[in-house]
Every structure is written in structure tokens, then in C-alpha cells.
């Protein structure tokens, strides 16, 4: 699979924020174009649990975002989640790839029913329709049977569910190397470079050769 030039990423409103910040931070290094998309929700979790603050006109975010990140000029392109004219509305302009993190159930509910009622649902209709990589990372516990059904059905139609649930066999010493495990993990799955991880095997592979 080859690694996408330009990366659809929509933040809903469920905890993990600090996920989805990292992951945009881990994009605009690799030097990917991002469509950033992020529900009303989102924006006050985002406030909750971190200590930043989205403006909230799209042309004032993306000039912040694009300042936090050091992106260079255009690399972020904020949408509001009622513009239908943004490329990841229709087939004929979305990127290849998007993922959605964290991923609220009641959006993963929307999308699994094929709702378009904004923009992040009707971008992740678009990916599903067109075949295209679609990501979403739900961050919820326990799951309800109707959560896991939703994942199964989106499943059964090639969507990668990745849950937020980091491991501890790299034996993370702070709260951001939990992060950088569930990013890296998505980073993976687009095929896109990361040094925060090693993938299974490496280590044991360079011990061995040492």
C-alpha cells in the first residue's frame, strides 16, 4: 500500500484528544497536505484536556494550528463541518486516506447508518464509497453491544477500527509515550514513516545482531 500525500483527519467529541493533536503534529512533519475537520464536541474536549484553545472560525484555526505545528504555508486546510464544497465531500477531491480520532460512538454510529448530516460524516461516507483508507479510533469503555456491532459492520466494509488502547510492552515511562503508541500504531496503518514505535521484532532483531 503505498502512503497517501494528503490525509483526511476529523477529531469528535470523545476523551483523547491528545491523540489527535500528536497525530497532526506526526503528519505535518512526514510532510503530508491535511484537511482538518473537528466537530463542536471535539473542540471542548480539546479544552478540557489539554491547554489549547481552538479559535473558532476555521480561517483563524488554521492559522493557529498551522503556528502550533510549524506546518508550512497551506499544509493545514481547516474546514467547517457545513462546508459541502471541501474537497472531502465529494469523491472527485477527497485525499485517499482519512482518519477520524478520537472517534465518538455517536459519530461511529453515524457513519456506520450512512448519515451525511456534516462534513466529518459525509467525508467518511465519501472514503467508504470510493474505497478508499478510512481509520477510526473509538475511545470508549466498556463497549455497548450496539458500539461493537457498528465496528463490525464497518469492519465487514473495510474500515480499520483501532482502538485507543495502548500497549505496555515497549514500557512507556509517561503519559506520552502512551500517546505515541496509539499514534504510531495509526501511522502504521497508513503506511506513513514513525521512529516512536518500533515494529515487533526490531529489537529483538538488533539485540541478535549486535
Request: proline share 7%; charged share 20%.
Amino acid at each position: 500500500m503505498s502512503s497517501p500525500d494528503r490525509v483526511t483527519l476529523a477529531m469528535t467529541g470523545a476523551s483523547g484528544a491528545q491523540y489527535g493533536l500528536r497525530l497532526l503534529d506526526c503528519l505535518v512533519r512526514e510532510e503530508r497536505e491535511v484537511h482538518f475537520l473537528i466537530s463542536k464536541a471535539a473542540q471542548l474536549v480539546l479544552a478540557t484536556e489539554t491547554d489549547v484553545t481552538l479559535p473558532p472560525k476555521p480561517q483563524a484555526m488554521q492559522q493557529f494550528l498551522s503556528e502550533y505545528t510549524g506546518a508550512s504555508a497551506g499544509q493545514i486546510r481547516v474546514y467547517d463541518k457545513e462546508d459541502w464544497m471541501a474537497p472531502a465531500a465529494s469523491g472527485s477531491g477527497a485525499p485517499t486516506a482519512m482518519v477520524v480520532v478520537p472517534c465518538s460512538t455517536g459519530t461511529l454510529s453515524a457513519i456506520a447508518s450512512g448519515a451525511c448530516n456534516n462534513l466529518i460524516e459525509r467525508a467518511a461516507d465519501v472514503a467508504i464509497k470510493e474505497r478508499r483508507q478510512l481509520i477510526l479510533v473509538p475511545r470508549e469503555a466498556p463497549f455497548s453491544s450496539i458500539h461493537l456491532e457498528n465496528m463490525l459492520k464497518l469492519s465487514n466494509l473495510g474500515v480499520t477500527i483501532l482502538p485507543a488502547s495502548p500497549g505496555f510492552y515497549h514500557k512507556p515511562q509517561s503519559i506520552d509515550d502512551l500517546i505515541d503508541f496509539v499514534v504510531a500504531r495509526i501511522l502504521n496503518c497508513l503506511n506513513i514513516p514513525q521512529d516512536m514505535l518500533p515494529r515487533w521484532g526490531e529489537q529483538h532483531r538488533g539485540s541478535r545482531d549486535e
